[in-house]
C-alpha cells in the first residue's frame, strides 16, 4: 500500500481540525449567527443566552481553528467569519441535514 505524502496528511490533520471545532451545537449557531453579519460579542452573548466567560471560549477555539476572526476596538470586541468559505460550507452542512431528515421521513 502506497503512504500519502506527509502534506497530504498535514492537510488531512488540519480539515479535522476545522471539523473538531464546528463539532459543536454551539459553535456552529454561532458560525451561523456569524454568516449572516459580523457582530460585537455582546450581541452574540445574548443571542446564544450564554456567559461571556463561555462565548470567550467557544471564540478562542474557532479563532485558533481560522474560522472566525474578531478585533478589539477598546474593551469590545467585533467579530466575523475569517473566510466567507466558511459560510458556504455551513450551510452545505445544513443542506445535507435536512436531506437526511427528508430520507428518514420518506423511508421511516
Same mark, same amino acid.
Given at each position: 500500500? /502506497?503512504?500519502?505524502?506527509?502534506?497530504?496528511?498535514?492537510?488531512?490533520?488540519?480539515?479535522?481540525? #476545522?471539523?473538531?471545532?464546528? !463539532?459543536?451545537?454551539?459553535?456552529?449557531?454561532?458560525?451561523?449567527?456569524?454568516?449572516?453579519?459580523?457582530?460585537?460579542?455582546?450581541?452574540?452573548?445574548?443571542?446564544?443566552? #450564554?456567559?461571556? !466567560?463561555?462565548?470567550?471560549?467557544?471564540? !478562542?477555539?474557532? /479563532?485558533?481553528?481560522? #474560522?472566525?476572526? !474578531?478585533?478589539?476596538?477598546?474593551?469590545?470586541?467585533?467579530?466575523?467569519?475569517?473566510?466567507?468559505?466558511?459560510?458556504?460550507?455551513?450551510?452545505?452542512?445544513?443542506? #445535507?441535514?435536512?436531506?437526511?431528515?427528508?430520507?428518514?421521513?420518506?423511508?421511516?
Amino acid at each position: 500500500m /502506497k503512504r500519502k505524502p506527509s502534506s497530504d496528511l498535514h492537510s488531512y490533520r488540519r480539515q479535522a481540525e #476545522i471539523c473538531k471545532a464546528l !463539532a459543536n451545537p454551539l459553535r456552529l449557531h454561532l458560525v451561523d449567527l456569524l454568516s449572516r453579519k459580523e457582530r460585537w460579542c455582546t450581541e452574540l452573548q445574548v443571542e446564544l443566552g #450564554i456567559s461571556k !466567560a463561555n462565548l470567550s471560549q467557544h471564540l !478562542a477555539l474557532l /479563532k485558533s481553528a481560522g #474560522i472566525v476572526s !474578531a478585533t478589539r476596538f477598546g474593551k469590545q470586541l467585533y467579530c466575523s467569519l475569517s473566510r466567507p468559505e466558511v459560510a458556504q460550507a455551513s450551510k452545505l452542512l445544513r443542506r #445535507i441535514m435536512k436531506s437526511q431528515l427528508r430520507e428518514s421521513r420518506r423511508l421511516g
